[in-house]
């Protein structure tokens, strides 16, 4: 059954019809052969008993034999000559052969007294009659003898039955030749259908089949025809849908939604090629960065929707005063950016007075009211020495602040001071957003670990780090706005900020866990500060009201900002010290007069400049400036931190030299205070790599 099931329907339909039909035939012509073997056995016998009778009665009638003549004649009257299985011979008394028909045989047993008797002979059945004389003496004359050659006979049948046999196996074949066409005629679309099937599988949709003669073949064929055909509409269908997908997707990636103009990242591609094509073949192009005037009135007036119909009204309305070959796009809010291709400044100022006068001349509707607005476009000439993209766009950028800033609606061609003023503007703008930070509290604190390397039991640092939020929730550096704070004196107050927030979040955590896990946290001080006298009430009050041990803290104050205010800043740390506060005094390594002023300052704590640890592995001047540094600090029992940690090749090289803590990313990156915190809390803080999940952490600028 297992045998059968693994044909193949040609293979069955050949078993199937061809061994039954042979079998039953061979079958039949051998029960065929036996009866007509019987039924020739038992007639010849009957012949040869009848003929025998008939040659003894003649014989007997004639009272005597007279002569060889007759009795041949009378043999040839007997009819046996025609039967070729059968021999007659007949004998005097002393069985001497008279005369003799057919095969000879010879009787060589002893006779019978019977008068007639059949004998077995070797091969042959044989009938004897005796033959006696008439009168009453009744005298042996004789004896006929009538032989079956069983043997001739038997052979000539199975001769027959052989041929038959052949003629059989010859029609057998005739007919597999036959079943083997029918089927090929269902297994070869059967197969065709498969193989047409397996490249549908493979993404060929075109499995077309000729048509077959077969009804079911053909229905079949006809069924997946209609698949086929449905799939190949289908996949046209979705292939169109995806190219529609596709050119709809270019095209969003590169136009704005609401007006259809081009948007930035395209209006920088081109400005990209516009550099190159002026670096390389000396080409003039122009570019206007241009804004609407007090476009906040329409969206505050009208509202946002009214907004962005303004917008969409004046991009159509300048889109048709703009050549083919420029490009005018829409930068984002009420900003448009044009290069001007191919185009002298001369002619861009021409173009760019037309525009305004558009914009001027536009009159926006909105239910029965009637709004104007003005346009200022800075304009900034692409030139072969600008940087990139970026320098293009931030000058004209400056050009247009300065058109704004000259009364609105006005040209401005971008000059080198225009930077300047934009730059004081961006600062001007911080200062605004840090006293609003200030007030709404949206700064966020950040810290990271400073580990001991040569006493593990040591507690570690957090060194307190300052982020501000951003609109949209994120996280801005403190390189953006600190450097703005700086000039604009806003530094004590940031400074105030850290410190009441940082001991109103550690609060809770020194009371409750800091004999379990204790750790010192690390607030860094400005210059500015340091030059402040109401610092130290300051900090001694938020002592107290926080009830935060000033052991828990250590200041760190910059090499630079300590020697400007030497004298306040030896008067606060002489100050805070007594109370248990710890100085670190940071950078240390970055000023030219360094070690002379070291003397004079009671620090617990030196912070190498990370300038030096950064390469110390690879730089012999790093490593000798790091060595140096921790051999005068090992003379005047102060201890060092390594900053700048960033391989475990560097972290052996500080720890070999008797560095005694180390903070950098390869040991773990700034995070959210309360994260950090219950990390220590939850894991063993002695020196250990970073882990992923400090990895949120942008790169540091300590505040
Ligand atoms: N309707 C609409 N308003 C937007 C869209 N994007 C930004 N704005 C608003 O556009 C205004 C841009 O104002 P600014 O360019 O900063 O200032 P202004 O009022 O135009 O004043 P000046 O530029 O100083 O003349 C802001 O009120 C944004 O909220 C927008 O897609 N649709």
């Known amino acids: 059954m297992q045998f059968f099931q693994t044909l193949s ?50 014989v007997h009638n004639q009272s005597e034999l007279h002569g060889r003549p007759y009795i041949d004649r009378l043999l040839k009257a007997s009819q046996l000559d025609r039967e070729p299985y059968l021999s007659l011979m007949i004998t005097d008394a002393d069985n001497r052969p008279l005369a003799q028909l057919g095969a000879s045989f010879i009787v060589n047993e002893s006779l019978p007294q019977q008068e007639t008797m059949v004998m077995q002979q070797a091969t042959h059945d044989v009938t004897m009659v005796r033959i006696f004389t008439s009168e009453s003496k009744h005298a042996l004359l004789g004896f006929v003898f009538v032989a079956i050659d069983k043997a001739a006979m038997i052979e000539d049948h199975r001769q027959a039955f052989i041929r038959n046999i052949g003629y059989i196996t010859l029609g057998l074949m005739l007919c597999s030749v036959l079943v083997y066409w029918v089927s090929r005629s269902i297994s070869q679309p059967i197969r065709e259908l498969t193989a047409a099937l397996k490249r549908f599988v493979v ?12 009804p079911e073949i053909n229905s079949l064929q006809t069924t997946i025809n209609e698949i086929s055909r449905e799939m190949q509409h289908v996949e046209a269908d979705m292939r169109h849908r995806i190219q529609d997908a596709q050119a709809q997707l270019r095209y969003q990636a590169r136009h704005d939604a609401l007006t259809g103009l081009v948007n930035r990242q395209e209006l920088e591609r081109r400005l990209q090629q516009a550099l190159e094509d002026v670096k390389q073949h000396r080409a003039n192009h122009v570019f206007c960065y241009m804004d609407l005037d007090q476009f906040r009135v329409i969206n505050d007036t009208c509202g946002h929707p009214a907004g962005d119909e303004m917008l969409r009204q004046i991009s159509m309305i300048l889109s048709q005063r703009i050549r083919a070959e420029d490009t005018f796009a829409r930068l984002g809010g009420d900003e448009f950016g044009l290069l001007l291709s191919y185009c002298q400044v001369e002619k861009a100022i021409e173009i760019a007075v037309q525009l305004r006068q558009m914009v001027e001349a536009f009159r926006f509707m909105h239910e029965g009211r009637l709004f104007q607005t003005g346009i200022s476009i800075g304009i900034v000439e692409v030139t072969a020495d600008l940087k990139d993209v970026g320098q293009i766009t931030r000058h004209a950028d400056a050009a247009c602040y300065v058109a704004k800033d000259n009364g609105r609606n006005q040209i401005h061609l971008f000059h080198p001071e225009d930077d300047v003023l934009l730059k004081r ?30 006493q593990k039991e040591l507690p570690p640092f957090y060194e307190i780090l300052i982020r501000k939020r951003d609109e949209h929730g994120g996280i801005i550096p403190p390189a953006e706005f600190l450097p703005s704070a700086e000039r604009y004196q806003l530094m004590t107050k940031i400074d105030r900020w850290v410190i ?28 500015m500060s340091l030059g402040d006298p109401t610092l130290l ?14 052991s828990h803290v250590c200041f760190e104050v910059t090499e630079t900002s300590a020697i400007i205010n030497i004298d306040n800043t030896i008067k ?50 790093d490593l000798a400036m790091a060595k140096a540094i921790q051999s005068v600090a090992e003379s005047m029992g102060i201890q060092t931190i390594a900053e700048y940690v960033e391989d475990q090749a560097t972290l052996d090289c500080l720890e070999e030299m008797g560095v005694a803590y180390a903070q950098g990313f390869y040991l773990n990156r700034p995070a959210p205070l309360s994260e950090a915190l219950s990390r220590h809390f939850s894991a063993n803080n002695t020196l250990q790599k970073s882990t992923a999940s400090s990895a949120s952490a942008t790169t540091d600028v300590s505040a």
């Open 203 to 214: 993404g060929n949709q075109h499995i077309s089949q000729v048509k077959n003669t077969l």
């Open 537 to 550: 009430p300051y900090i001694q009050k938020c002592f107290s009201n926080y009830e935060i041990s000033p």
């Open 500 to 527: 009441q927030h940082a001991f109103m979040a550690l609060q809770p955590l020194f009371k409750s866990q800091s004999t379990t896990r204790p750790f010192i946290v690390s607030i860094n001080l400005s210059g």
């Open 425 to 454: 503007h961006v600062e001007m703008e911080w200062v605004l957003r840090i006293n609003e930070a200030i007030e709404h509290n949206d700064f966020v604190l950040y810290c990271q670990g400073i580990f001991p390397m040569q």
């Open 572 to 621: 606060l740390i002489t100050e805070l010290k007594a109370m248990g506060t710890r100085f670190m005094l940071d950078d240390f390594g970055s000023g030219m007069s360094s070690f002379s002023y070291l003397k004079h300052l009671p620090v617990d704590f030196l912070k190498m400049d990370g300038a030096y640890v950064k390469d110390i592995t690879i730089n012999k001047v």
């Open 9 to 58: 329907i040609q293979s069955r339909l050949l078993l199937l019809v061809i061994a039954p039909v042979f079998a039953l035939s061979c079958s039949f012509l051998l029960f065929d052969f036996q009866e007509q073997l019987q039924r020739d056995e038992e007639k010849l016998s009957q012949h040869a008993l009848t003929t025998a009778k008939f040659l003894s009665a003649v």
